[in-house]
């Protein structure tokens, strides 16, 4: 009986149960040996999500297997080229786990683990091969190959995809969600702005030009400092020393993920901040005649790149030396507020009242270190590993080897406190001098129930994480819910704060 191609191909691959799996993304390749099973001609995996190979996966499909089987020393096997996917459906879910458990039950208790499924950590996988190349350099025809061009996806759909994921690398890659910080105080700063036109009897000379200008130059620059983090903290080696990063902290994982290139990520925050200073020194020749007027614009400009760039970066790491929480509060904070207030209020003639913008930037400022603060929680190995030294490390003791959150957590909870409490002052000083503040800020007040209820899952996290018996691999998990109601109560209260300051002055 004639042994034909496929026959060969299955005897290799029904020989062995492990294969080579290489990956790839922009250059970054990987590696990895993975138990797999067969389904017809597909082939079936199971792996761990957050793995380097699963993220370059969900960023580039394609894919190159080996798969040599024991004793032949290299000299018989297969190449195999194709697409991966992560597979989603409830069934198919089911029927990759019962073949992959026939051929391993290396990773039964992690596929049983119910925590680990609810959080999305493991995954299966699902090649469909466009080639697969049988190897034998015994026989004459040494390579034979087999195509599968149903599997292949056509070229304007490969495009597609791959511009459509470069995008959302990108995306990841600069933490475009968290982008919500910079728009919030740029919001404020030009809603303060507009009232002061209004009262001044020249909200016609609102300049929508430079309000954008200053969105793009913001976000531009908030883009750097994301981007400056991430290079900063993988020199150091903090976020390869991170056992549990998450959306939260961690950073964006690209480095580490083989996603971006390291020299990549340094250079788009070299581009984002050049950006910046760009728009930044554009505004100040449309504003004052001159690129390097010696305007109040020109000093918001150097402090808000400084604090950006040098937060992880340069010989002096701020974040590592116990500055950071204030450079993100300034940065995040006055910088933003009053940079966009002076574009956009400099019409109104005298001099510029800087005043009620720089109290309105305060509860802000807060909120934004508490976002930060919070998320340095599960950051505090990771950091005392490589001498980050922020104020969150600073509070949290160590006893028999183990992180003590009390003091950090009751200074998240003081911090609540002290942001909203400002809130009030804004509204009563309102009632007093409206130019320190207005009665509509106490609607900011509404988002202090989201305070209070991450006070108490703080709280019960805390207990869970000091009990004996404690597992603290995943307990870390358990408080990415408070990370979340913190961005949050940042968010909801500074566009009250928006809202408070827009009834304030009708247009």
């Known amino acids: 009986m004639t042994t034909t191609l496929r026959d060969k191909i299955n005897q290799v691959a029904d020989s062995t149960s492990r294969m080579?799996?290489?990956?790839?993304?922009?250059?970054?390749?990987?590696?990895?040996?993975?138990?797999?099973?067969?389904?017809?001609?597909?082939?079936?995996?199971?792996?761990?999500?957050?793995?380097?190979?699963?993220?370059?996966?969900?960023?580039n499909p394609r894919v190159q297997m080996t798969i040599w089987p024991a004793g032949e020393d290299g000299i018989r096997g297969l190449r195999v080229d194709g697409n991966c996917f992560?597979?989603?459906?409830?069934?198919?879910?089911?029927?990759?786990?019962?073949?992959?458990l026939a051929v391993t039950d290396a990773f039964q208790q992690y596929m049983?683990?119910?925590?680990?499924?609810?959080?999305?950590?493991?995954?299966?996988?699902?090649?469909?091969?466009?080639?697969?190349?049988?190897?034998?350099?015994y026989a004459e025809a040494q390579f034979e190959t087999l195509d599968f061009p149903e599997n292949d996806l056509p070229a304007l759909a490969q495009a597609v995809?791959?511009?459509?994921?470069?995008?959302?690398?990108?995306?990841?890659?600069?933490?475009?969600?968290?982008?919500?910080?910079?728009?919030?105080?740029?919001?404020?700063?030009?809603?303060?702005?507009?009232?002061?036109?209004?009262?001044?009897g020249m909200v016609d000379a609102w300049n929508w030009q430079l309000f954008w200008l200053v969105v793009v130059g913001a976000v531009a620059a908030h883009a750097g400092t994301n981007l400056a983090n991430d290079y900063g903290d993988h020199?150091?080696?903090?976020?390869?020393?991170?056992?549990?990063?998450?959306?939260?902290?961690?950073?964006?994982?690209?480095?580490?993920?083989?996603?971006?290139?390291?020299?990549?990520?340094?250079?788009?925050?070299?581009?984002?901040?050049?950006?910046?200073?760009?728009?930044?020194?554009?505004?100040?020749?449309?504003?004052?005649?001159?690129?390097?007027?010696?305007?109040?614009?020109?000093?918001?400009?150097?402090?808000?790149?400084?604090?950006?760039?040098?937060?992880?970066?340069?010989?002096?790491?701020?974040?590592?030396?116990?500055?950071?929480?204030?450079?993100?509060?300034?940065?995040f904070g006055p910088v933003i507020v009053l940079g966009t207030h002076y574009v956009l209020s400099t019409?109104?003639?005298?001099?510029?009242?800087?005043?009620?913008?720089?109290?309105?930037?305060?509860?802000?400022?807060?909120?934004?270190?508490?976002?930060?603060?919070?998320?340095?929680?599960?950051?505090?190995?990771a950091d005392r590993l490589v001498d980050k030294r922020n104020w969150v490390v600073r509070c949290a003791a160590m006893q028999d080897g183990t992180v003590r959150y009390?003091?950090?957590?009751?200074?998240?909870?003081?911090?609540?406190?002290?942001?909203?409490?400002?809130?009030?002052?804004?509204?009563?000083?309102?009632?007093?001098?409206?130019?320190?503040?207005?009665?509509?800020?106490?609607?900011?007040?509404?988002?202090?129930?989201?305070?209070?209820y991450a006070n108490r899952l703080g709280a019960s996290w805390l207990q869970d994480w000091n009990q004996d018996d404690a597992d603290r691999q995943r307990l870390p998990y358990l408080l990415l819910k408070v990370n979340a109601i913190t961005i949050g109560i940042h968010f909801s209260t500074g566009l009250l704060l928006v809202l408070a300051y827009t009834l304030r002055t009708p247009y």
């Open 20 to 59: 080579v799996l290489a990956t790839s993304v922009d250059g970054c390749s990987s590696c990895a040996s993975v138990f797999f099973a067969r389904d017809g001609d597909d082939f079936l995996f199971f792996t761990f999500n957050p793995t380097r190979k699963a993220r370059q996966i969900a960023f």
């Open 86 to 100: 992560r597979i989603r459906q409830a069934e198919e879910i089911k029927l990759a786990r019962e073949k992959i």
């Open 112 to 137: 049983d683990d119910e925590f680990l499924n609810a959080n999305g950590v493991t995954g299966y996988y699902r090649v469909k091969p466009t080639q697969i190349t049988h190897i034998d350099f």
């Open 161 to 200: 995809s791959a511009a459509k994921n470069r995008l959302l690398l990108w995306l990841q890659a600069v933490r475009a969600p968290f982008f919500t910080a910079t728009l919030v105080p740029v919001l404020l700063g030009a809603t303060i702005a507009r009232g002061d036109l209004s009262e001044a």
């Open 235 to 331: 020199v150091t080696g903090n976020d390869a020393a991170n056992r549990v990063p998450s959306p939260f902290n961690g950073g964006s994982r690209m480095i580490q993920a083989g996603l971006l290139a390291p020299w990549k990520v340094l250079l788009a925050t070299i581009l984002c901040f050049a950006v910046t200073i760009a728009i930044g020194l554009t505004l100040n020749q449309q504003l004052a005649g001159s690129y390097f007027a010696a305007t109040p614009l020109l000093y918001i400009g150097i402090a808000g790149c400084f604090l950006g760039a040098s937060y992880t970066l340069g010989p002096y790491r701020l974040g590592y030396h116990g500055m950071g929480e204030a450079a993100i509060a300034i940065g």
């Open 347 to 381: 019409p109104v003639p005298g001099v510029w009242n800087w005043v009620p913008a720089l109290l309105a930037s305060i509860p802000v400022a807060v909120f934004v270190v508490l976002i930060v603060w919070i998320n340095q929680f599960q950051d505090v190995p």
């Open 406 to 452: 009390e003091r950090p957590l009751e200074l998240y909870r003081l911090l609540g406190y002290f942001g909203f409490g400002f809130v009030v002052l804004l509204g009563v000083a309102g009632v007093f001098d409206a130019g320190l503040g207005t009665l509509y800020a106490l609607l900011a007040l509404m988002p202090l129930p989201l305070l209070l």
